[in-house]
């Protein structure tokens, strides 16, 4: 469904020569992109971060993909009605519920003894490990909040092993993040919703 979308959304941008750029989006603006990453492909996108990353550029949630791409303005194009009405969004866009980074990029220094904590580096550590543990798997999502604009807080399960292994806790064990509230032990159905989610998709942002 989402190759037939796609298709459909090449033929009316690059095809018919729809060219009504999208200058000045706003964030959470719901545009078309022409996607570097996608081999050129039109796809339907979320506007995340505008002048942050760059003069002319801004960063797009491809929201049939579930990944982020920086483009340039110019690769926006206003959306056809056609295109968004054809089939849902397919990816939903989800966070960690009830832990943190243990070391966010955004906020004051952090030293270990007399050595200053490399955020970044700290950052790109966490990120690797995470998409070892999920990237081309099945978990199970137990959704604890939905967020306005439908994004959702989740608790991820693993569940390639006979025991379902929690990823937020292992997270934590392994000192890549900090938990806000306890974390459950083992999955369960209460309080919150479950969903097979397939992680095959690697965001590199």
Not at 83 to 92: D, K
Not at 139 to 163: F, Q, Y
Not at 192 to 204: C, M, R
Request: hydrophobic share 35%; aromatic share 10%.
């Amino acid at each position: 469904a989402v190759v037939s979308t796609q298709s459909t959304g090449n033929a009316v941008y690059k095809y018919r020569g729809y060219r009504e750029t999208k200058y000045y989006p706003a964030i959470g603006e719901i545009v078309v992109v022409k996607s570097v990453a996608g081999n050129d492909n039109y796809r339907r996108s979320r506007v995340t971060e505008t002048d942050e990353v760059g003069e002319g550029m801004c960063r797009v949630f491809h929201l049939d993909f579930g990944t982020f791409e920086i483009v340039h303005e110019k690769s926006l194009r206003v959306m056809d009605p056609a295109f968004i009405t054809e089939l849902p969004f397919q990816a939903v866009e989800m966070f960690l519920a009830d832990v943190r980074p243990s070391y966010p990029i955004d906020t004051e220094p952090v030293f270990v003894g007399t050595d200053e904590v490399k955020r970044q580096d700290e950052a790109t550590v966490a990120r690797q490990f995470f998409l070892e543990k999920v990237s081309g798997k099945w978990m199970v999502a137990k959704v604890i909040e939905r967020r306005p604009g439908g994004s959702l807080c989740v608790h991820l399960w693993d569940c390639n092993t006979d025991n379902y292994v929690s990823i937020n806790k292992e997270l934590v064990e392994k000192g890549h993040a900090e938990t806000l509230y306890e974390l459950p032990e083992e999955l369960t159905t209460d309080c919150g919703t479950l969903a097979s989610v397939s992680s095959y998709q690697h965001n590199s942002d």
